[in-house]
């Protein structure tokens, strides 16, 4: 008899804070950019059945503090807006480790993390002795997830894995050496969260990196697997993108909080697609 197939996975992006940044600050190549623009703060939630599992948990408030940034809200929190219990959570992945995708994990006190090794490793190893790299970064993080691991929660894994059936994770490295983006069977098919592999969806429209980064050919090449895993150019989820909220259905378009709904089809197709 052939295998069973896996219902599809229900997928929310919930804004957890926002702040601004010159706009020609996130681009490599910033041309003629200028103005501010938003950056959003955001944890993705995916839910099929009694398996929830949350990607990225943004930044501590001691941290955010030190950095003169604040959440609305926690990663805790916008999982109970949809419904769920911090304790229904299976799997926390983080993207990477950077401070605002790497916080909070005691929010989930009953979640395996899944993390990639090459990141494990570059947070650990000698590439910390450099400010330029290491301020991305907050200690205490890096020590909890450690600590963790002691303790037996850390799945560190080294390239493609699967999390549960129909989410799976796939090294890409260039904004750090771990980066990992995330591929979500979904009603409308593949969804590729891309974490910080591309920020913003003109990044990867216009093949223009974000300049944080520590291999600009890694980025790149993170664009066409990208690109390759994702069903259509609207199935890839940029990580810091507020145009998000615009372009996918809203749970409750009424409410304060805005959570994007993005196992459903985008409110408006992109060109690509239509063609």
């Not at 769920?84 to 994990?105: E, K, M, Q």
Request: proline letters at 7%.
């Amino acid at each position: 008899m052939p295998e069973p197939v896996a219902a599809p996975w229900r997928l929310w992006g919930v804004r957890m804070g926002r702040g601004e940044r010159q706009t020609r600050d996130n681009f490599l190549v910033p041309g003629d950019r200028c103005g501010h623009s938003d950056i959003d703060f955001i944890v993705w939630v995916a839910a099929r059945g009694d398996d929830v599992v949350v990607v990225d948990t943004g930044f501590s408030p001691e941290a955010g503090r030190r950095r003169g940034r604040e959440l609305d809200l926690g990663p805790g929190e916008a999982v109970e807006l949809l419904g769920f219990r911090r304790s229904d959570i299976r799997a926390v992945v983080l993207t990477h480790l950077h401070f605002d995708h790497a916080g909070n994990l005691g929010d989930f006190p009953d979640a395996r993390i899944v993390v990639q090794g090459a990141e494990m490793a570059y947070v650990t190893g000698s590439a910390m002795r450099h400010h330029r790299l290491s301020h991305f970064y907050e200690p205490d993080d890096v020590a909890e997830l450690v600590r963790l691991l002691f303790a037996g929660r850390v799945d560190v894994v080294d390239g493609h894995h699967e999390v549960l059936p129909g989410i799976q994770v796939e090294l890409v490295g260039g904004h750090t050496r771990g980066s990992q983006i995330v591929t979500v069977d979904t009603d409308r098919g593949r969804v590729v969260l891309a974490g910080d592999a591309i920020h913003f969806a003109e990044n990867l429209h216009d093949a223009n990196p974000f300049p944080a980064m520590v291999d600009v050919e890694g980025t790149l090449d993170g664009f066409a697997t990208i690109s390759k895993l994702a069903d259509s150019p609207t199935h890839v989820i940029p990580g810091h993108d507020p145009k998000l909220f615009e372009q996918y259905p809203l749970l409750d378009p009424d409410a304060a909080r805005r959570i994007a709904v993005l196992h459903e089809p985008p409110l408006v197709p992109s060109q690509e697609d239509i063609q």
